[in-house]
Protein backbone atom coordinates (compact mmCIF):
# COMPACT_ATOMS: atom_id res chain seq x y z
CA UNK A 1 0.00 0.00 0.00
CA UNK A 2 1.23 3.32 -1.04
CA UNK A 3 2.02 5.35 1.90
CA UNK A 4 0.33 9.12 1.35
CA UNK A 5 2.29 12.00 2.36
CA UNK A 6 0.83 14.53 5.36
CA UNK A 7 0.49 18.22 5.43
CA UNK A 8 3.52 18.13 7.47
CA UNK A 9 5.46 15.66 5.40
CA UNK A 10 4.77 18.48 2.46
CA UNK A 11 5.39 21.73 4.52
CA UNK A 12 9.20 19.62 5.11
CA UNK A 13 9.65 18.47 1.61
CA UNK A 14 9.08 22.16 0.79
CA UNK A 15 11.34 23.16 3.45
CA UNK A 16 9.48 27.14 4.49
CA UNK A 17 8.46 28.40 6.68
CA UNK A 18 8.00 32.18 7.66
CA UNK A 19 10.50 33.51 9.97
CA UNK A 20 10.44 36.76 10.68
CA UNK A 21 6.86 38.87 11.66
CA UNK A 22 6.80 40.37 8.27
CA UNK A 23 6.83 37.41 6.29
CA UNK A 24 4.38 35.82 8.62
CA UNK A 25 2.65 39.66 8.22
CA UNK A 26 2.41 39.28 4.43
CA UNK A 27 1.87 35.69 4.21
CA UNK A 28 -1.62 36.41 6.05
CA UNK A 29 -2.19 39.05 4.29
CA UNK A 30 -2.05 37.71 1.32
CA UNK A 31 -4.30 34.74 2.01
CA UNK A 32 -6.91 37.24 3.80
CA UNK A 33 -6.73 39.13 0.48
CA UNK A 34 -7.57 35.93 -1.31
CA UNK A 35 -10.01 35.04 0.79
CA UNK A 36 -12.28 37.99 0.67
CA UNK A 37 -11.57 37.81 -3.24
CA UNK A 38 -13.62 34.83 -3.12
CA UNK A 39 -16.16 36.03 -1.13
CA UNK A 40 -16.53 38.92 -3.58
CA UNK A 41 -16.60 37.03 -6.11
CA UNK A 42 -19.41 34.66 -4.92
CA UNK A 43 -20.73 37.99 -3.94
CA UNK A 44 -21.09 39.20 -7.73
CA UNK A 45 -22.22 35.60 -9.15
CA UNK A 46 -25.15 35.44 -6.59
CA UNK A 47 -26.45 39.33 -6.63
CA UNK A 48 -26.05 38.91 -10.56
CA UNK A 49 -29.15 40.44 -12.52
CA UNK A 50 -30.46 39.43 -16.46
CA UNK A 51 -26.93 40.69 -18.13
CA UNK A 52 -24.34 38.93 -15.62
CA UNK A 53 -22.36 39.92 -12.66
CA UNK A 54 -21.16 43.86 -12.04
CA UNK A 55 -18.24 44.31 -14.11
CA UNK A 56 -16.51 46.29 -11.38
CA UNK A 57 -17.74 44.03 -8.67
CA UNK A 58 -16.25 41.13 -10.27
CA UNK A 59 -12.81 43.24 -11.91
CA UNK A 60 -11.83 44.07 -7.88
CA UNK A 61 -12.43 40.31 -7.18
CA UNK A 62 -10.25 39.04 -9.55
CA UNK A 63 -7.26 42.27 -9.02
CA UNK A 64 -7.83 41.32 -5.11
CA UNK A 65 -7.12 37.30 -5.89
CA UNK A 66 -4.12 38.27 -8.22
CA UNK A 67 -2.43 40.28 -5.34
CA UNK A 68 -3.41 38.34 -2.85
CA UNK A 69 -1.56 35.47 -4.58
CA UNK A 70 1.31 37.48 -5.75
CA UNK A 71 2.05 38.69 -2.53
CA UNK A 72 2.13 35.23 -0.97
CA UNK A 73 4.54 33.79 -4.08
CA UNK A 74 6.84 36.93 -3.34
CA UNK A 75 6.87 35.95 0.27
CA UNK A 76 6.97 32.09 -0.39
CA UNK A 77 9.70 32.18 -3.44
CA UNK A 78 12.10 29.61 -2.82
CA UNK A 79 15.55 30.10 -2.31
CA UNK A 80 18.57 28.78 -4.97
Same mark, same amino acid.
Given at each position: +? !???????? !?? !???? =??????????? *? %?????????? +? =?? /?????????? *???????? %????? +????? =?? /?? !????????
Amino acid at each position: +M !KHLPSSAD !KI !KERD =WRPTSLLRWTG *Y %GLGRLLQLLA +M =WL /LLVALFTAGP *YGPSPRLF %GAGIA +MFVAG =WG /LV !KLVVRRRA
